[in-house]
């Protein structure tokens, strides 16, 4: 044992290789029309409250833009709407990914009870006032609300920029 290691083996000067961590692949199982039954209502209800406070802070920063309050540089102004672009295609993505298993009635039996549940389930799913489905398209504009709101302010400030720019070239500065 190598001195005040305490580790039990001796030091040879050899390197030891590294330990590769275990591989693990992850899969999804599909849940089933009684988990989805049960967690729908929390969701919708979620969506919901994220919509609103989403639709509330895409007005507030269409107001900044608008009034001269909001400034960004260009280069922050263009990483910011990129950022903003991949969320938006990817609540799309989600959306076309989604819909047809929202709208997939529950197998809940063929009496009317079952049914009027399944059916009850598949408005909450995809229903067009207050659906999942809607309240995605619903983040989707109001994502492409936001990106329109920053390209906007960008432009602005790549147009003030210029404008100065040629002031000062004509008074005979430099840039």
Known sequence: MAEGTGTGTETTGAVTPAVTPAVTTATTTPITAEQLAAVKPVLQQQ???DKAEASHAAAKLDQAAD??????DVDAADALIKAV???RDQVMDLWKRTTNQLATPLQLGENPVAKAISARFAELAVGEESGASKAL???????DDISNALSKNRDTIRDADEDAEQAMKKAGGTW
Do not use: E
């Not at 009034?67 to 960004?72: F, H, N, R, V, Y």
């Not at 398209?137 to 994502?143: G, Q, R, T, Y």
């Open 47 to 49: 969506m919901l409250v």
């Open 67 to 72: 009034s001269g309050k909001l400034t960004l």
């Open 85 to 87: 672009d991949a969320a």
């Open 137 to 143: 398209l619903d983040l989707f504009k109001v994502l």
